[in-house]
């Protein structure tokens, strides 16, 4: 083993007893971690995504494989230590722990190149401690490499929203240029919904939230509406990601002939009784998805940057996990939500958006002065505003954060707080407002927080 660390200690957050996310299933850890044994590395955590599987291990939809089990299963760490017989990673490179953890190697599923189906396959965060903490033991082999020059938060919801909702986008069999309806909108469906975009797919988004709906208007879908509302053209695929069996007639329903559906998630409620000649007469498919293969990984990381994936992004501190899982069983988390460890990170609630690889080929937010800010958003400046008409100051405050879209028009997350409100808005592309290119980001953020009074 090299780069051993004498004594590891994890801090983080382990499923104590699953119920609820009111109750508190996720209780705060701290115990000696092992030293990496043959083929594992052991990650120093830099961001862990927060899965909606994670939400089902809390909340006992998924029934536990072991006691104490510390969740997250979207890890892009450091290594800080390798076992013995491992090849491909050395201390210091970055690597990401996925969800697929481990199969037999030699069942009938993974000599055939399904080793997603393997009956023997392990999973981090379930069968194994995962990433909500700050560090990780993963096997290497299942470990992915990951770029070097991003923003580990933009990288971490790749490593299952990600390669999960690209496996989905397979499945459901998209013809080239075809009819796309995507049911649900978050972490997975916002980075499978660009790749088919990529593809030349129309994409109709059907989701019940506003912003999911706003998010994917701005990706480029062709249409968006409530997750009941009929698409505006008959779809030749179907992804299903909400949770919900509700939806699943209904996007059969939406199918044309020989159409297919696939359902991305790990867990789903009740399926309704099915209606054969509404439902699936005329050689409606109806799939399922379970995990992934490597190849589904190696293949949409390729694809993600090639493409120029843009991550929506929620960052939360690490000492924020029950709140992150809590604003995710509410609705409240646009695009994915991301934990990041570091004793000095704060909270921020907010929704905030990133550009990977895009023309600028950078990551961050264009400033007042013209300069390009390429700190990870924590790290940032806030931005405090009172954009006119949306948020009303109460005796609170209120927060923003802008960014620049492609087209060089600035976008406005904001957020107010106060008087026992608290509300987020995301402002509209046509209503954000542009900041003077002479004034920089501190300059507006004290004048919009009311210490300069021209406002
Ligand atoms: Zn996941
Ligand atoms: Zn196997």
Same mark, same amino acid.
């Given at each position: ?84 017989? =491992? ?8 690597? $990401? ?128 509406? $409530? ?61 399922? =998805? ?51 460890? $570091?004793?000095?990170?704060?909270? *921020? ?43 009303? *100051? ?62």
């Amino acid at each position: 083993m090299v780069g051993v660390p004498a004594s590891e200690v994890l801090t983080g957050w382990a499923v104590e007893s699953p119920g609820p996310i009111q109750d508190g299933p996720l209780v705060r850890v701290r115990r000696a971690v092992a030293s990496p044994g043959p083929g594992e590395l052991l990650l120093r955590v830099e961001a862990c995504g927060v899965c909606r599987t994670d939400l089902h291990l809390a909340e006992g939809d998924l029934r536990p494989h072991r006691a104490s089990t510390v969740p997250g299963h979207e890890i892009v760490g450091r290594v800080a230590a390798v076992g013995e017989s =491992v090849t491909g990673f050395r201390v210091g490179d970055r690597a $990401g722990g996925a969800w697929l953890r481990s199969t037999c190697g030699h069942c009938r599923y993974c000599r055939a190149g399904r080793e997603n189906l393997c009956p023997a396959s392990l999973y981090t965060g379930w069968d194994s401690d995962g990433g909500f903490a700050d560090v990780a033991l993963v096997p290497a082999d299942y470990a992915y490499r990951l770029p070097e020059d991003q923003d580990a938060v933009l990288l971490a919801p790749l490593l299952c929203a990600g390669i999960i909702g690209y496996r989905a986008l397979r499945r459901s069999a998209l013809p080239p240029g075809g009819r796309l309806g995507v049911y649900g909108f978050g972490a997975s469906a916002h980075l499978a919904a660009q790749v088919a975009l990529a593809e030349g797919a129309r994409v109709h988004v059907l989701t019940r939230s506003a912003r999911a709906r706003e998010l994917a208007a701005g990706l480029g879908a062709s249409s968006v509406g $409530g997750a009941y509302d009929r698409p505006p053209e008959p779809l030749d695929s179907a992804i299903l990601f909400a949770p919900v069996g509700d939806l699943v007639p209904v996007a059969l329903e939406a199918l044309d002939r020989s159409g297919t559906l696939a359902v991305a998630g790990i867990h789903l409620t009740d399926i309704p009784v099915l209606d054969y000649r509404r439902h699936l007469f005329e050689e409606r498919n109806l799939r399922s =998805v379970t995990s992934n293969t490597r190849q589904d990984g190696r293949d949409f990381l390729d694809t993600a940057a090639r493409i120029g994936m843009r991550v929506t992004a929620s960052p939360y501190p690490l000492g924020r996990a029950d709140q992150a899982l809590s604003d995710l069983a509410a609705d409240r988390v646009n695009g994915a939500a991301v934990l990041v460890p $570091g004793p000095r990170s704060r909270p *921020r609630p907010w929704a905030d958006r990133y550009l990977s690889g895009t023309a600028a080929g950078r990551t961050g937010i264009r400033t007042g002065r013209g300069e390009f800010d390429e700190r990870p958003a924590w790290r940032r400046p806030l931005i405090q505003r009172q954009p006119p008409g949306r948020l009303r *100051r109460t005796a609170g405050r209120c927060a923003g954060v802008s960014h620049e879209e492609p087209d060089g028009s600035r976008r406005v997350h904001a957020r107010a707080e106060g008087n026992g409100h608290d509300h987020r808005t995301e402002i509209t592309h046509a209503d954000a407002t542009r900041i003077p290119g002479n004034e920089t980001l501190e300059d507006t953020a004290r004048c919009m927080s009311g210490q300069s009074d021209h406002h």
